[in-house]
C-alpha cells in the first residue's frame, strides 16, 4: 500500500520560512516524479513543483521560483519542499503527490490528475 505522510505546515509571518515533509513508504523505483501542489480556500488546486527522482530535476512555477527549492533524503523515502521568503498569497493546503511519470510535458508541469497517490495535506498560513 502506497502511503504519504506530510507534515511541516503552520503559521508563519511574511518574509518567513517553512520546510514541508512528505514521507513516502511502498512506493519505490526510478523515475518518479513527487509533486507539490497546493489550494487556497475558493480556488482550484495549483501546481507548485516537480522532482524527478531520477535525474534530478526540478519544476518551478513561476509564482514561487526563486523562493521555493525541493529535496530529497539520500534514501529518497522522505521529500522536503523549502519555502522561503513566504508570501501571504501562498497560503494554502499543500499536497505532495508521486508517481511514476514525468515532471514536466508539452513544456509545463504535469498536472495533478496524473498522480495517482496523494499525502493528506498539510495547512501553511503566512501572515503579513
Known amino acids: 500500500e502506497v502511503q504519504l505522510v506530510e507534515s511541516g505546515g503552520g503559521l508563519v509571518q511574511a518574509g518567513g520560512s517553512l520546510r514541508l515533509s512528505c514521507a513516502v513508504s511502498?512506493?519505490?523505483?526510478?523515475?518518479?516524479?513527487v509533486g507539490w501542489f497546493r489550494q487556497a480556500p475558493g480556488k482550484v488546486r495549483e501546481s507548485v513543483s516537480c522532482?524527478?527522482?531520477?535525474?534530478?530535476?526540478?519544476w518551478f512555477e513561476d509564482v514561487v521560483k526563486g523562493r521555493f527549492t525541493a529535496s530529497t533524503d539520500g534514501a529518497r523515502n522522505t521529500f522536503y519542499l523549502l519555502m522561503d521568503n513566504l508570501k501571504p498569497e501562498d497560503s494554502a493546503v499543500y499536497y505532495c503527490a508521486v508517481d511514476r511519470i514525468p515532471c514536466v510535458y508539452n513544456g509545463k508541469m504535469v498536472p495533478d490528475l496524473w498522480f495517482d497517490h496523494w499525502g493528506q495535506g498539510t495547512q501553511v498560513t503566512v501572515s503579513s
Open positions: 511502498g512506493f519505490e523505483g526510478l523515475d518518479i516524479a
Open positions: 522532482l524527478n527522482t531520477n535525474d534530478g530535476s526540478m
